[in-house]
């Protein structure tokens, strides 16, 4: 069994997002997602959620290419991650292109996707807001 994982906050679940997961999840038999805790976005990436980490966890778990949801409290767990869960894969937006290349250090292969250009939860809110 192909193991995979990914990162990221998730919040206003659109279109872009479930791309970057059908993508991810084809490349494997089991997509594990890591979601950013309310604290980990609110402290180290700056980022206010609109739904809360249960929220935007119990919409993850919707999605079919989703195998298993897990907290992302760290910076520096992906590592850890990749052996607690037997990760083949390591999966990302090439919004962090390069960024993560160490992990190969650690057995994964790691793939960046291109991201889905036009969408993005900035974007609405920002509309929304207009
Ligand atoms: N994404 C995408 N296309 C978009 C928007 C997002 O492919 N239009 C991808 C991002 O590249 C990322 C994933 O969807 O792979 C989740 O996006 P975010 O929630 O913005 O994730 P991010 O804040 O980049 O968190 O430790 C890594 C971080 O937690 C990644």
Not at 69 to 75: A, F, R, T
Request: hydrophobic fraction near 40%; aromatic fraction near 12%.
């Amino acid at each position: 069994m192909k193991r995979v994982i990914t990162y990221g906050t998730f919040d206003l679940l659109h279109y872009g997002h479930i791309e970057l997961l059908r993508r991810a999840k084809a490349l494997g038999d089991y997509l594990i997602v890591a979601l950013s805790t309310d604290r980990f976005n609110s402290e180290e990436k700056g980022k206010h959620c609109y739904f809360s980490y249960d929220k935007r966890k119990l919409l993850l778990e919707s999605v079919r290419y989703v195998d298993l949801v897990i907290p992302e409290d760290s910076w520096d767990q992906k590592a850890g991650d990749i052996h607690l869960y037997h990760v083949d894969t390591f999966v990302i937006g090439d919004d962090w292109q390069g960024k993560f290349d160490f992990l190969r250090d650690e057995g994964a292969a790691v793939v960046y996707l291109p991201r889905t250009p036009e969408i993005s939860t900035t974007a609405i809110k920002k509309d929304l807001s207009l």
